[in-house]
């Protein structure tokens, strides 16, 4: 099964079996879920192996199913070691009230069984059958025997539970039943102090005090994996000791003194730890320059031009000390000349003659800054109009002041405009969409199959888009010209095509290199509107912004700065709008590891807020110009890891 597929699928599952309360995202490592919302690691596009198949759509069911009958609210009243106890006994009870809603649900849990059962066996063979702790071991030998009980896990699951002592199979079964047949997760909580209370009664192997441990590599949710800070705490998240170690071992020699327990959502994050590649979403990327004849060689009028006076002195002396590199000077005390030091006044009113200051050195402007441009169609309009406002009065500034500075812009490739782009690129892409469509791409039904959940026009049949995308690449091989519904049939098999969660041609424009005066490229600037105009169509944020993280990384500076001009809209064609989101934060978050600092700054009804960690949106273009300057000063003072909201200028700002 392709990775295009499994998105789609698991997305579908929780947003109609969940009843439209629950939804699905794809992103960084780790799996759980907080109620409404379920978690699962990005995949790498392309085939996805048959385990991690069956892991995906059983947790995805599995989920579903806690989220459709578990009191997220109660269960997070308790502390970590009562929380795993409820939740191995709520596994069970939240299992079969879905199949018996659901019946169809069987084959997923039992395929998710076949996998997860295999990983424990393997943990508890580590592990000598003597120094087993049975009386922690209970809980999940409960859910085990559950499952075995509802004929999940095949031969696989009876081998597990027959690992159970003799001596505790009888109160694995009968906890087992009640487990499911229990109406709420209060009702759980009160079988699992039952069951603590019997244990106490229970003669075992060895009775020793659990020790304290340390969480394991997944647990901590202080801060995820994805940089969103205080996740709520949710199902699949928790895990008992060092659950996703599936060696047994927690890195401290503890390992071999007792066995873990291991629950799916360890084995989903230990799966994707592994799992080495991002997702693909396209195979293209174009990179023009400001100076090639497509670009620059259609003839402009006058009136295309967005102008703006260039920045005022006063902004430049804030923008220029926001932006020097503090570590570069300091200032000595004690000396005969130099300024006079605030902190020896007294000393000099009574004729003392060390009472002045030197700086070591003048301080330098360490920093290198790159403008990227959301060039797509969303951005048409009033929005691309103030951003090229924005990117004229800032690079004029930061051009007057030596700093290196990069503008690029980023959309994706127009097709119903291919006559504008080289025709190697257009070779490139034709024949990608005619290679690499569907296999079954004339059984879809392109009405209700858009991978982005919207119909598309026509109702157009696979059958007549494969039929007319053949003809549209036949047709071009000759010079033809394509009609609309030739292009849009290419566009269909494009973003068919196996393993790529979008085939969405990247298209960068670089307008200014760094060492380049912004003279040089100021003319194409000023017409950024009439360019997004003719060539505006989509917008993979996350892509372009590891292009400018490349580019900018390699400079000598040791403050790097990418200030984003968007509307806060990523868009893809073949790609839900929610998991693109995630996708760019992941994308800042990356950017960060690398010391680069990304700085939104919103047009129009923006949504930066809802992506962007550092932000600011403007309601006018005439807040531009202290805002912008406020919100870089604030973001340079702050910590990269601090989250606080300050107010600038009449716009939230986040830094």
């Not at 385990?51 to 308790?78: C, I, N, P, W």
């Not at 409960?142 to 002592?165: E, F, N, Y």
């Not at 929610?578 to 949504?607: H, P, W």
């Amino acid at each position: 099964m392709n990775s295009t597929d499994l998105v789609i699928e698991c997305n579908a599952i929780a947003r109609v079996l969940g009843r439209s309360q629950v939804r699905v995202e794809f992103a960084g490592s780790e799996a759980w879920n907080d109620g409404s919302l379920i978690r699962l690691p990005e995949i790498a596009a392309g085939k996805v192996s048959d385990d991690k198949v069956a892991m995906m759509r059983g947790y995805t069911d599995h989920e579903t199913a806690h989220s459709l009958f578990t009191d997220f609210e109660f269960f997070r009243q308790h502390d970590k070691t009562k929380a795993d106890q409820i939740n191995y006994l709520e596994d069970p009870r939240i299992e079969a009230a879905y199949q018996q809603q659901y019946s169809g649900a069987w084959s997923s849990l039992n395929a998710m069984r076949h996998v997860s059962a295999q990983l424990q066996l393997d943990a508890l063979a580590k592990v000598p059958p003597h120094l087993l702790d049975w009386g922690r071991l209970i809980f999940g030998a409960v859910k085990w025997t559950a499952s075995q009980m509802m004929g999940h896990g095949g031969d696989v699951q009876r081998q597990l539970v027959a690992m159970i002592p003799e001596q505790y199979q009888p109160l694995a079964s009968e906890f087992a039943t009640r487990s499911m047949a229990a109406k709420s997760t209060q009702e759980i909580a009160a079988l699992v102090d039952e069951l603590r209370e019997r244990l106490n009664f229970e003669p075992e192997p060895q009775k020793a005090p659990e020790p304290e441990q340390e969480p394991s590599e997944g647990d901590d949710k202080d801060e995820g994996e994805d940089g969103q800070e205080g996740q709520p705490k949710g199902i699949g998240e928790d895990g008992e000791g060092d659950e996703g170690q599936e060696d047994g071992g927690d890195g401290d020699g503890q390992g071999e003194q007792q066995a873990p327990l291991i629950d799916e959502a360890a084995i989903l994050s230990g799966m994707a730890s592994r799992e080495v590649g991002l997702p693909k979403f396209n195979l293209q990327l174009f990179e023009y320059k400001h100076d090639d004849a497509h670009v620059c060689g259609v003839a402009f009028s006058a009136k295309e031009k967005v102008a703006i006076s260039p920045m005022g002195s006063h902004a430049k002396s804030i923008l220029k000390r926001a932006l020097i590199g503090v570590d570069d000077s300091r200032w000595l005390g004690g000396r005969v000349h130099g300024l006079l030091d605030a902190n020896d006044l007294v000393r000099a009113y009574q004729g003392e003659d060390d009472v002045y200051r030197l700086r070591t050195k003048d301080p330098e402007l360490d920093t290198a800054v790159t403008l990227l441009i959301d060039m797509s169609a969303s951005m048409r309009g009033e929005r691309i109009e103030w951003a090229t406002k924005t990117a004229l009065m800032l690079g004029d500034a930061l051009d007057s002041l030596g700093v290196p500075l990069s503008i690029l812009g980023h959309t994706t490739m127009a097709l119903n405009n291919y006559a504008l782009y080289p025709k190697a690129d257009v070779d490139q892409v034709f024949e990608f969409a005619n290679d690499k469509r569907h296999p079954q791409l004339a059984s879809f039904k392109f009405q209700n199959a858009d991978q982005t959940g919207r119909k598309l026009k026509g109702g157009r049949t696979g059958k007549v888009v494969e039929r007319l995308a053949i003809k549209a690449y036949e047709r071009y091989q000759l010079g033809h010209s394509l009609n609309a519904d030739e292009v849009y049939a290419l566009g269909c098999a494009l973003t068919s095509a196996q393993g790529y969660i979008s085939s969405d041609p990247l298209v960068m424009f670089n307008l200014l290199g760094f060492g380049v005066r912004i003279r040089n490229a100021r003319d194409v600037i000023e017409r950024l509107p009439y360019l997004v105009g003719v060539y505006g169509a989509n917008n993979i944020d996350n892509r372009a912004i590891e292009f400018a993280v490349n580019r900018i990384k390699v400079c000598k500076q040791k403050r790097k700065i990418i200030l984003m001009l968007c509307d806060g809209f990523p868009y893809a064609r073949g790609m839900l709008s929610k998991s693109l989101n995630n996708y760019t934060i992941a994308a800042t978050i990356e950017a960060r590891k690398q010391d680069v600092t990304i700085i939104a700054i919103g047009f129009g009804e923006s949504k930066v807020a809802e992506i962007f960690h550092n932000h600011v949106a403007l309601a006018s273009i005439g807040q531009m110009e202290d805002v912008v300057l406020s919100v870089v000063r604030e973001v340079l003072k702050a910590s990269q890891t601090s989250s606080k909201c300050t107010m600038v200028g009449g716009a939230g700002v986040r830094v």
